[in-house]
């Protein structure tokens, strides 16, 4: 494999879990919660995800946990929730659908707690807001408890994420993010939600998302599926808001492109103490190359290995322009000085800038020095190498 030595400048969730009740045999299985289909992934304010009622089996369930609580250092939203309903009047329900997730670790950035949900579905209030902070921007979390009905989200849950105060942003300002809603079990202690990976862009003409349908209420108020309990429920959001610090780069293939086959005589190869053997530039096309040969192999800090020589090409980044590479295909050769006999070379393609590429492992010491093989004659090697420019990679 190609690599690259130090000494030509080489290379340069915090999972906050609960600890509560964990699935086991004495709980019933997951209810039906939010049943997914694949056009429902966060498309636009319109989307949604459809979910389907409860469906109990006759039997009833083992009793779940005497209580289920929030951990005491997340915010003032968090609460302890009492006891669900007495055992008899929980059944189990169906699994958890595939596209769904369920976990024990809390939402990342926010969480909000609502206490006597009925009264604040009964109320004037069409939509509840609560705001919060996230990757170093400020949110608004919507929920309508009785759905956005101007789009079509009548006896749903609809919840939405918006970005605000973006006055304080600059002129034509973006924000790319993955988040993701949540819903609390009561009952299995687990948040459940989608994890939807898609990046969504917050803009001037866009500052929302959200999903319509995300529960529907029928399958949100059953207390056998631990929505929500003792009129009580909870939810969660995470932001994680994506940085671009990436640079373009621009690639232009050479045509016609030229071989170069510079070479050189080392000296006193199995005596010397020296760590290296460098040439002086050669110019060769538009571009001063030399060549470096580690006659025990480049050793690199911690990782040393025996038995080896290293044999690398290098250009000179004077001759380069700024923040570009080329893009090179290289042959690099030990000549078999006896005659008739047989070389040994190695061949790569890779980017060549500051960094100089070649073979750290090019060929075993042993074989190296073996007098049959004529790699060394009167402690002299001469290592060939064979240089095509294919191409230009420049920063824009």
Same mark, same amino acid.
């Given at each position: ?7 030509? =400048? ?25 049943l997914?289909?694949? *056009?429902?992934h ?5 989307? %949604?995800f ?11 369930a ?13 915010? *003032? ?37 609502? !206490? ?19 990757? %170093?921007?400020? #949110?608004?979390f ?7 009905k101007?789009?079509d ?19 034509? #300002? ?15 202690? !687990? ?15 866009k ?6 349908k ?7 108020? =059953?207390?056998? =599926?631990?929505?929500?309990v ?6 969660? $959001?995470?932001?994680?808001v ?15 492109? $030229? ?15 020296? !760590? ?12 001063? #190359? ?48 006896? !005659?008739? /006999? ?6 790569d ?23 049959e093989?004529?790699?060394? $004659? ?12 294919? /191409? ?5």
């Amino acid at each position: 494999m190609a690599s690259s030595p130090s000494s030509l =400048n080489a290379q340069n969730s915090n999972k906050n879990t609960e600890s509560g009740a964990s699935s086991s045999p004495s709980l019933p299985p997951l209810p039906p919660n939010i049943l997914l289909s694949p *056009e429902d992934h966060f498309q636009d304010d319109d989307s %949604g995800f459809q979910t389907a009622p409860s469906s109990p089996p006759p039997e009833p369930a083992s009793p779940p946990p005497n209580s289920t609580t929030f951990p005491a250092d997340v915010s *003032e939203s968090l609460f302890q929730i009492s006891s669900p309903p007495p055992p008899q009047t929980i059944t189990p329900s169906a699994p958890l659908p595939a596209a769904l997730h369920e976990r024990d670790a809390l939402p990342s950035h926010h969480l909000l707690k609502i !206490k006597s949900f009925s009264t604040l579905s009964k109320s004037p209030i069409e939509k509840f807001i609560n705001d919060f902070e996230a990757g %170093g921007y400020k #949110w608004n979390f919507s929920i309508y408890p009785t759905g956005d009905k101007s789009k079509d989200g009548e006896n749903y849950l609809s919840v939405y994420l918006e970005i605000v105060e973006t006055s304080t942003l600059p002129a034509g #300002w973006e924000v790319n993010a993955l988040f993701n809603f949540f819903i609390f079990d009561h009952i299995r202690d !687990k948040y459940v939600g989608p994890q939807d990976a898609t990046v969504k862009r917050f803009h001037f003409m866009k500052t929302q998302w959200g999903v319509v349908k995300f529960i529907d209420l029928e399958t949100f108020k =059953n207390p056998c =599926n631990g929505y929500l309990v003792n009129d009580t429920c909870g939810f969660g $959001v995470e932001v994680f808001v994506v940085k671009t610090t990436s640079k373009a780069q621009c690639f232009s293939l050479i045509n016609n492109p $030229v071989t170069y086959r510079p070479g050189s005589i080392f000296s006193n190869v199995t005596q010397t103490t020296a !760590k290296r053997y460098v040439t002086a530039f050669s110019v060769f096309g538009d571009y001063k #190359w030399r060549i470096i040969f580690y006659p025990k192999g480049y050793q690199e800090e911690g990782n040393k290995i025996n038995n080896i020589i290293s044999i690398y090409l290098d250009v000179d980044a004077s001759t380069l322009s700024a923040d570009s590479k080329l893009l090179v295909h290289y042959t690099i050769g030990m000549e078999n000085q006896k !005659k008739n /006999g047989k070389h040994f070379e190695r061949s790569d393609t890779n980017t060549i800038g500051s960094i100089a590429r070649g073979f750290r492992e090019f060929m075993s010491e042993t074989n190296f020095k073996d007098p049959e093989n004529g790699f060394v $004659v009167d402690d002299k090697c001469s290592i060939s190498v064979e240089i095509e420019v294919l /191409g230009i990679v420049t920063l824009e």
